[in-house]
């Protein structure tokens, strides 16, 4: 039995933060964010009483109308995110009893902007095994609550936003197929956020040193994701004997075009075929992924051969090979 996704949906905030906003906000300009990234707006979620399990419970209650399933229905619900409304309770707990998923249990997956794919590959599991029938994933994050609104090198790069899928049990050959994921924590001091964890906890010197911010040293970070994106998507395609021309769709995280386009170039897939949103929202971090497929699903077809990849924080970084089953 395979674990395949049933159904797909996301949630944006209404509010835009665009390249000529953050051009009065510090010293770049549309053309330099555009050319660097790809990026000319995101969506914020400005209401400061809002936080990523109100976005990922309108992705989760939009995903459950479309299936025509009560969220009593849920067994297992899991949220990628790295934007927890707090540290505990976890997201996924909240998202539950905000949409009244009733029966289920879960928990958050901290992988960055691998998350939503190591999340979907633990989900996978449940399903394919027969444990249950109704596993939900959810990517969310709300980054403009960790970007510093004054470093021009980071502020550009993110938005905010959720998608979510749900995974139910195929016995056709449709469903996720295979994944490859990796990890280096060598990776952390490039990429991370230094303060309000054990090692740092939130104290006046904390807050004074901005390191509740993201923190990104782009360089390294731009060269790993390169060859990180490309070797494992590639590695994905041939291990499962598929050439460029077999993949209906590429479905990249959305950090940097470049990135995209070096992944898509290794692959050997048409451009065409490559899912790319990021001039509409940015990096939203987990929540990339799941946005794409929403905003594709209608061109999906049954028995499409499709990659996600990703590279993230962490590092971490993964593909993973399924064909679509609706
Ligand atoms: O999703 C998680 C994983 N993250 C990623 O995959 C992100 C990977 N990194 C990147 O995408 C790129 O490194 C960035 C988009 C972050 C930066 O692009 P870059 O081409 O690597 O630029 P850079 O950092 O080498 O900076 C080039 C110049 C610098 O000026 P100098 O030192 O050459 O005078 C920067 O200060 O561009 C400057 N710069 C900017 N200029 C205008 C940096 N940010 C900006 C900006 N506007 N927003």
Not at 20 to 48: C, F, N, Y
Not at 92 to 108: E, P, Q, V
Not at 131 to 155: E, H
Request: glycine share 8%; net charge negative.
């Amino acid at each position: 039995m395979k674990a395949a996704i049933t159904c797909v949906a996301g949630y944006v905030p209404e509010d835009l933060l665009t390249n000529d906003d953050l051009s009065k906000m510090v010293d770049t300009s549309d053309e330099w964010i555009k050319t660097r990234t790809g990026i000319s707006e995101r969506h914020i979620l400005k209401d400061p009483t809002k936080a990523t399990s109100d976005m990922g419970a309108e992705a989760v209650k939009a995903l459950c109308e479309k299936r025509g399933i009560d969220p009593s229905e849920i067994d297992v619900l899991i949220t990628a995110t790295v934007t927890p409304d707090m540290l505990f309770p976890s997201t996924s707990n909240l998202i539950a009893h905000k949409i009244g998923a009733t029966k289920s249990w879960g928990f958050d997956l901290s992988a960055a902007c691998s998350g939503f794919l190591f999340a979907l590959t633990t989900a996978s599991q449940f399903v394919a095994n027969g444990t249950y029938k109704k596993v939900v994933v959810v990517g969310a994050d709300k980054m403009s609550s960790i970007v510093d609104y004054t470093d021009r090198t980071t502020c550009v790069l993110f938005g905010d936003g959720a998608g979510a899928v749900l995974l139910e049990p195929s016995e056709a050959e449709n469903g996720i197929i295979d994944h490859i994921h990796h990890c280096d924590g060598g990776g952390a001091e490039f990429l991370c956020m230094k303060a309000g964890g054990s090692l740092n906890p939130a104290s006046h010197e904390t807050v004074d040193a901005k390191q509740h911010f993201v923190f990104q040293d782009g360089k390294p970070v731009f060269k790993a994701a390169v060859t990180g994106m490309a070797d494992v998507s590639y590695e994905i395609m041939q291990r499962n004997g598929l050439k460029g021309k077999d993949v209906a769709w590429l479905v990249p995280h959305q950090a940097n075009l470049r990135i995209i386009d070096a992944t898509q170039r290794r692959m050997g897939v048409d451009p065409e075929k490559v899912m790319i949103n990021i001039q509409n929202y940015g990096n939203t971090t987990a929540a990339t992924i799941p946005l794409c497929l929403r905003d594709w699903e209608s061109q999906l077809k049954k028995g499409d051969n499709i990659i996600l990849a990703a590279f993230g924080g962490g590092f971490t970084w993964g593909s993973m090979y399924l064909k679509w089953a609706y």
